[in-house]
């Protein structure tokens, strides 16, 4: 056994532990202040070299997968949702310990970041890669974390609170998230302003839809 090896990797996951204890609330804080700024800074960031991308605010994927985190811990699952659950072949899986929910939430919640930026590489030109998708895909990943984040607490604390506030979050969260991919698309793909407002709205509920298909026919498969 390498102990110097070991330390070196508890040193470094205790430092991004804490890093992300300070680039969370701030990239929070700016993706919801400044879309804009913070959608052209993931194009930048995304350009560089990976080992020094992203050095002044947290990687995109990272920051929509702790939005989940923080949603899981804020709101776990009642005893009631778990039963629920447990009646699918997917539920059962997913209830089996934490970490597998997480990334069942993570797998869905993606949709609305992989269907923007899909639909923004279909509309411009030259063919859909992954070399393609990484930008806009990134720079969703950006912008619909606050969304995840709201989304996810308001399934799970709605329901079984019926507080109007909940409701009235999400609400507010879905028009910023529209407000903020109608520039999205207006400044990256340089429509006008009526069909930039007509592709956001096609892209929205596309991303809806496939979310909402995609968790029905999860949760109910059975053998």
Not at 1 to 19: H, Q, Y
Not at 34 to 62: C, H, N, V, W
Not at 164 to 188: D, E, P, R, T, V
Not at 199 to 209: D, H, P, S, Y
Request: with cysteine; net charge neutral.
């Amino acid at each position: 056994m390498d102990v110097f090896n070991i330390a070196k990797s508890i040193e470094k996951f205790i430092f991004e532990l804490l890093m992300w204890l300070i680039f969370y609330p701030y990239t929070l804080f700016r993706v919801i202040f400044q879309p804009g700024y913070m959608l052209d800074y993931a194009r930048q960031e995304t350009l560089k070299d990976e080992d020094i991308s992203f050095d002044s605010g947290m990687k995109p994927s990272i920051f929509l997968f702790l939005s989940i985190v923080i949603a899981a811990f804020l709101a776990p699952l009642a005893p009631a949702d778990l039963a629920t659950l447990k009646a699918s072949q997917t539920g059962q899986y997913v209830t089996q310990s934490w970490i597998n929910l997480l990334f069942f939430r993570m797998a869905i919640f993606s949709i609305f970041p992989i269907t923007f930026a899909l639909i923004y590489d279909l509309i411009t030109p030259g063919s859909v890669t992954r070399n393609s998708l990484k930008i806009p895909f990134n720079q969703q990943c950006y912008i619909c974390a606050p969304f995840t984040l709201i989304t996810s607490l308001t399934f799970i604390l709605y329901p079984h609170t019926g507080n109007i506030a909940y409701l009235l979050a999400l609400i507010a969260a879905q028009i910023w998230l529209l407000a903020s991919n109608f520039f999205f698309f207006k400044g990256q793909v340089g429509k006008s302003n009526g069909a930039s407002a007509a592709i956001t709205v096609m892209a929205f509920g596309v991303a809806w839809v496939a979310f909402l298909g995609t968790t029905t026919l999860a949760l109910n498969f059975k053998d």
